[in-house]
């Protein structure tokens, strides 16, 4: 990869001040020392980071385009995010706004292995906005969240994932956990004629998630749910990669601690490593996502880019039921609403909340 890297930062300093930011922020992110000590003429010309262009974007705040030796970030994720916003990363008024990378790195990342097509055939519906609900809260054993399941499947739920909450804890070991709501949810499709999908949360060391991988294999489920920026972008892009025939589901825990730009690190870096879905915070929820980040998140997981396929956008976050009919008239219909704790509030009357639901998604059409 002879190609450079075309990374844009978002920098707060002083008009007079800007170009020389610039500049050092092209120091940090390739040579990393003093130019003085660069004396061969070819790290020079090849590996220093070089400013491209510097436009303001707001008082004493500007977009600083740099452009990077592919050669020092090969197709590695932790490599590559080291090389975009390693050292930067730890100065507090940059943010890693966006990228470009030369055609070679999306074939080499490889992806999304089933995208919004792939979740759509394996659920036979293949026009109408999808749903999703989340198993919580955190303290219920294996058998409660199976109930849990089986009810909201008998809604219509597309998707049901586990809580991020949840994990391998001793009140529901994932051995445990897995084989009891895949058995509720077989159940539940059997009994109403449609697939429910479940995505447990795989989640720990590497040999920990390889061993969970096992059990979801062994259980024929078809879909598992990561954190990509807990469990390390590496380990994320390798057990997505190894996670042959499963729909893999980024969940976006500890995202906002980078001062990485949604858009970029949910919409179109998770898509690159292999998420096939990417939830995200939609705005006026429990999060403060205002509604542009929200679509362009949208937009970057969706957009046709290079050969990757698109991945499926799955606002979440604090949303309702009475605020479907704005939701699809902001994403669109290819889009997962996820709907979690305003669902179990119903109590006993779950599956009719969860149907109500699933019905008010299909009236917007099919």
Do not use: W
């Not at 979740?119 to 036979?124: C, H, K, M, P, T």
């Not at 447990?200 to 062994?218: A, E, F």
């Not at 096939?276 to 999060?287: K, N």
């Not at 996820?338 to 969860?354: K, M, N, P, R, V």
């Amino acid at each position: 990869m002879n190609e450079r890297i075309v990374v844009t930062y978002q920098v707060a300093a002083a008009p007079a001040e800007i170009a020389a930011r610039a500049e050092a922020l092209a120091i940090e992110q390739s040579v990393e020392c003093p130019l003085a000590a660069v004396t061969e003429q070819r790290i020079r010309d090849e590996i220093l980071g070089r400013v491209e262009a510097i436009e303001p974007i707001g008082e004493a705040r500007f977009a600083v385009r740099i452009s990077l030796a592919s050669a020092t970030a090969p197709a590695e994720p932790g490599q590559l995010i080291n090389m975009l916003f390693g050292n930067s990363s730890i100065l507090p008024d940059v943010t890693l706004a966006d990228v470009e990378l030369p055609p070679g790195y999306p074939a080499a990342f490889g992806g999304p292995k089933f995208g919004i097509g792939g979740i759509r055939a394996r659920l036979g519906v293949p026009r109408r906005a999808l749903t999703a609900s989340a198993l919580k809260p955190q303290g219920l054993p294996p058998e409660a969240l199976a109930s849990l399941a089986h009810r909201l499947a008998l809604g219509g739920i597309d998707l049901i994932k586990d809580d991020h909450g949840i994990a391998d804890q001793a009140f529901s070991p994932f051995a445990a956990r897995v084989p009891a709501v895949a058995a509720a949810l077989r159940q539940a499709s059997d009994s109403r004629g449609a697939t429910t999908l479940y995505a447990p949360h795989v989640s720990g060391s590497l040999d920990d998630m390889r061993r969970q991988l096992d059990i979801v294999r062994r259980e024929e489920l078809p879909a598992v749910m990561l954190m990509p920026m807990v469990v390390g972008l590496a380990n994320f892009h390798l057990v997505a990669k190894e996670a042959a025939g499963l729909i893999v589901l980024a969940h976006p825990s500890l995202a906002g601690a980078q001062r990485i730009a949604p858009d970029l690190l949910l919409g179109k870096l998770f898509r690159l490593l292999g998420a096939d879905a990417t939830i995200f915070p939609h705005h006026g929820g429990r999060f403060a996502y205002a509604p542009g980040t929200c679509r362009a998140l949208a937009e970057a997981a969706r957009r046709d880019r290079h050969d990757l396929k698109p991945c499926l956008p799955v606002p979440a976050g604090g949303i309702a039921i009475d605020r479907i009919a704005a939701l699809l008239a902001f994403y669109g219909s290819d889009v997962m609403l996820l709907i979690g704790g305003s669902l179990l509030a119903a109590g006993e009357h779950l599956t009719e909340q969860a149907a109500r639901f699933t019905a008010e998604v299909a009236s917007h059409g099919q």
